[in-house]
């Protein structure tokens, strides 16, 4: 039986700001106005056409104001393929939530048969659009953009995303027709990434947990390349979930946007809550996957250990006793992380992942009352005293929780040198033990007495 998670608004975060789209054909800047806009590199800008497939969300605050921003793939409409088919649906669906679409061009090449055809589908809708004519550097390209009016989309606006030209311009044009954003809720997302191999159904998950086409799915590796962020709401908590690229062994990955997507896909997980590490049911296991969730370790992120495609995975429950055990043997550094079974395609074993996920936030701020942890310490001592090491043993004075979201523990000792990484072992498996936090990696720093 197919499971359905419920759901109460995929889009919970930005539901209280207006939506501006920006479409166009492909290699117009459009991912670099969107950048400028942001004020970040967000989108992945290469001189590749085609580079931005799905739609990619930021938010713009101007004069006080707030509204969102999607930068979307560019639309050749001519082109054919389940790829450009996607693309075309994740640029319709951008403008069908928008209250104003940005229709780029670019002024170097003039009106094109592209632009005609774009600009064909923006007039059937019915939906405000301003026509912003980009590389518009030089003054002849300035004067130049007086052609674009035969697009009959209004009075074309000369703008440089890669200078800033004419930007804040657009901006103020933008704040004055958009109607005003109603007050936004100021409780903190959890932010989930889903991160893994290329190919194992991390776009699929997403599109299934949210119950709509959000990030495009391939059989192709590589499909998703920018990290795709998506709020979320379950079980009346917020989250926004985090779509990456696929993370390849280090030799393997190919030069320019390949590059790029796998760095964004990396600091994705330095700035999440909790990782989904989502792994092939069918095939087990592999040492990539064991990179990936040490690299997540690293980060002190959350992790959750998810078995895709489980659907195609024949048996009964023995099946499952012996994926884990074999995960748990090559994932022996983070046993502390859940691992849930689950099918993307036939969306099934997803209320206990998204469950799983957020068990993994609360225990990630949960915060020890230095009392209770000074008694823990006690307690390991008389169970297992330090070692002696060069002619002294260490002493252990003192231990604070000094930060929460990661779990963070500081030892002040009498001399730090002499800790050895059998007794750091089992001070983390005493702190487990006592007060749990599973799922996460524990930071713990020791300081020599009198070091700040």
């Known amino acids: 039986m197919t499971e359905h998670p419920p759901r109460g608004g995929t889009r919970g975060e930005a539901a209280a700001a ?30 590749v056409p085609g580079t931005t497939r799905d739609r990619l969300y930021g938010d713009v605050e101007w004069r006080g104001h707030v509204f969102r921003l999607v930068d979307t793939g560019g639309l050749d409409l001519e082109a054919r393929g389940s790829l450009s088919d996607q693309v ?86 933008l704040i004055d027709i958009l109607p005003p954003a109603a ?30 086409e959000r990030a495009i799915v391939s059989e192709m590796p590589g499909t998703t390349r920018d990290s795709v962020d998506t709020p979320f709401e379950y079980l009346g908590q917020r989250l926004v979930l985090v779509d990456t690229a696929g993370i390849r062994r280090r030799g393997h990955v190919e030069a320019g946007v390949e590059s790029h997507a796998v760095l964004r896909a990396r600091r994705a997980v330095e700035r999440a809550d909790v990782a989904l590490l989502v792994l092939e049911g069918p095939e087990g296991v592999t040492a990539q996957d064991a990179h990936i969730a040490g690299y997540v370790a690293e980060a002190f992120c959350g992790l959750v250990l998810v078995a895709n495609k489980w659907d195609l ?11 884990e055990r074999v995960a748990r043997e090559r994932l022996r550094f983070a ?7 689950a099918s993307a395609k036939e969306r099934t074993g997803l209320p206990s992942l998204l469950e799983q996920a957020l068990r993994v936030g609360e225990e990630r701020r949960r915060r020890i009352p230095t009392a209770g942890l000074n008694a823990l310490l006690q307690r390991a001592i008389a169970e297992k005293p330090p070692p002696t090491r060069s002619g002294g043993r260490l002493k252990l004075l003192y231990v ?53």
């Open 18 to 47: 207006s939506v501006v789209a920006i479409v166009g054909r492909p290699n117009v800047g459009k991912s670099a106005l969107f950048n400028r806009m942001v004020r970040g590199r967000v989108a992945i800008v290469e001189d």
């Open 88 to 173: 075309r649906r994740q640029v319709q669906a951008a403008v069908d939530e928008a209250a104003l679409v940005l229709f780029v061009v670019d002024s170097s090449r003039g009106v094109t048969a592209g632009d005609w055809e774009v600009a064909d589908v923006l007039r059937r809708t019915a939906k405000p659009v301003l026509t912003l004519a980009n590389k518009a550097e030089s003054k002849a390209r300035q004067e130049g953009t007086v052609e674009f009016y035969e697009l009959g989309l209004g009075q074309p606006l000369a703008v440089s995303a890669q200078h800033g030209t004419g930007v804040a311009d657009v901006l103020d044009l």
């Open 183 to 212: 007050a936004a809720e100021e409780a903190e997302a959890l932010r989930v990434a889903i991160v893994g191999r290329p190919n194992v159904g991390k776009s699929l998950l997403l599109n299934a947990i949210l119950g709509e």
């Open 313 to 323: 995975v024949p048996g009964n429950g023995s099946n499952r006793q012996e994926f």
């Open 335 to 341: 046993a502390w992380a859940p691992l849930c079974f």
């Open 400 to 452: 604070t929780q000094a930060q929460a979201a990661p779990p963070t523990f500081v030892f002040f000792v009498n001399e730090a040198s002499r800790m050895h990484f059998s007794y750091r072992r089992h001070l983390e498996r005493v702190l487990r033990q006592a007060f749990g936090f599973q799922g996460n990696p524990l930071r713990l720093i020791f300081r020599s007495r009198g070091e700040r």
